[in-house]
């Protein structure tokens, strides 16, 4: 399966804003954003170019799609079961890859970055509802209880992650660091999803 593998401090960069792709490196003074405030690339400090109505749109995609680590064509599919879903297409996007197993143990704080995240989810040690699901893309349902498997509840990974602190603030989401445990309390609103992204501009682009 292709996936991304050149530099994801690069991404930050060229987004102009913090995606949280490395974990606690992007919480440190290590972080690109912090010492490199423009684009990549030999002209990126020198960029002033006045962006179109049609750029606009297109960095509010690409954005969205980097901090979940999707691939155009996984993004475009999400897009168009969000089209024709009841109720507003935007909010309908987001709560999709909210639900996404890898965020959601993400979310819970599990692991340090979706990536890591991602990476627990397919080697196995994620369970939903007491049964090992390795698809970091799937839906994860309301009331559905997501588990650290009980061998794996000394990876250092995990507690390394847990030490970040995220996951308690969560609404539509129930922790239980002490189980590594936690559980789906409801589809999230679009208020209550931590992410800063305008994503009427993304139904437009689409749309055209």
């Known amino acids: ?54 750029g606009l749109q297109l960095r509010e995609k690409q954005k969205v799609k980097r901090t979940y680590g999707l691939l155009e064509k996984q993004f475009r599919n999400y897009f168009k ?24 143990v993400y979310r819970l704080g599990f692991a340090g970055s979706r990536k890591a995240a991602r990476q627990l989810v397919r080697h ?27 061998k794996s509840k000394n990876l250092d990974l995990i507690h390394d992650s847990l030490k970040l602190g995220r996951g308690d603030d969560i609404p539509w989401l129930r922790l239980n660091k002490a189980a590594l445990e936690g559980e789906l309390l409801e589809v999230p609103k679009r208020t209550d999803i931590p992410l800063t992204a305008n994503e009427s501009l993304i139904v437009e682009l689409y749309s055209k």
């Open 1 to 54: 399966m292709a996936r991304y593998r050149e530099s994801n401090c690069k991404l930050c960069r060229r987004e102009g804003e913090k995606l949280f792709l490395k974990g606690s490196r992007c919480l440190s003074e290590k972080c690109a954003i912090e010492r490199r405030q423009f684009p990549p690339g030999q002209h990126g400090q020198n960029m002033r170019r006045k962006v179109s109505a049609y």
């Open 81 to 104: 079961k969000a089209a024709t879903a009841t109720g507003v297409t935007g909010e309908q996007l987001l709560q999709m890859l909210e639900r996404r197993l890898d965020n959601i």
């Open 124 to 150: 196995r040690h994620i369970t939903v509802n007491g049964r090992i699901v390795d698809i970091p893309s799937y839906q994860v349902r309301p009331n559905e209880v997501i588990r650290v498997k009980d």
